[in-house]
């Protein structure tokens, strides 16, 4: 008698078993900045492709574009979730990493804004060397890597204040003290599309190595391990090369970056 109540116990306990196995993952809610240029849309699809495709249900709360200063602020205080941002020693010790690449070095790729009927300046440029000289001077954020690689290379460069993205007039005018402004490449076209009296430099890439990885708020920090399981996954399956090629193909043969002269910045 013993043994048929043991056993009608466990019958009666299967179907929670079965329930508590099977019972769905809760759904990983990430608040993310979106941006005017849909320059977000790539990094959007890749992390909430790569955690669909481990099982992870996902949902992606988007934030309108903002400064950013504005963006920082919002991640230190956890009003976004993460963002993605050139991996540097200081961000890896404020935030926490999800150390996995995610545009295979093509951020680490910069070309010129110039104005219109400049490009003459740069049609001898072959060597770092021969850029350096020119009598030329970049624009660059303040706080950003590129400052830094800029000042290691001997670049000289002015460092701006505020909104970066009042940088776009004055280059136009040409009477400023600016003459470029390095973009990177996923960058670039939509800004020569929205301001016209500037214009793509045809030559040149300078190129450093770093890329974008994902920074998570220290109030989402336990996201850190799945995330990144999600998207190495995504890298080995060949999921994160179809995204590039998907969002930022038509870039490479666009500004023709096989074809340029390629200048390799010292990166600190």
Known sequence: ????????CCILLMPFSVALATSPKPVLQLHMMSFSNNNHLYFHELLSSALQAINQPVSIITYPETP???IIKYLEKGRISLHWMLQTPARDAR???VKVNLT??????????????????????????EFRDLPIVGALGKTWYDAE?????SLNFIPLEGDWRQVYKPLALGNRGIDYFPRGVNEVLNEAEEHPDLMIEPRLALIYHRDFIFYLSPPFASYQKVIEKALKKAERSGLQTKLLNKHWGHITRTLKLNNRVHLYLETP
Do not use: C, F, H, S
Request: charged share 15%.
């Open 1 to 8: 008698m013993a043994i048929q109540r043991l056993m009608l």
């Open 68 to 70: 950013q200063t504005r």
């Open 95 to 97: 935030y926490t990493p």
């Open 104 to 129: 295979g070095g093509l951020i680490g790729i910069r070309v010129l804004l110039i104005p219109q009927g400049k490009a003459n300046i740069y049609q001898n440029i072959n060597t770092l060397d």
């Open 149 to 153: 690689v800029w000042e290691a290379n």
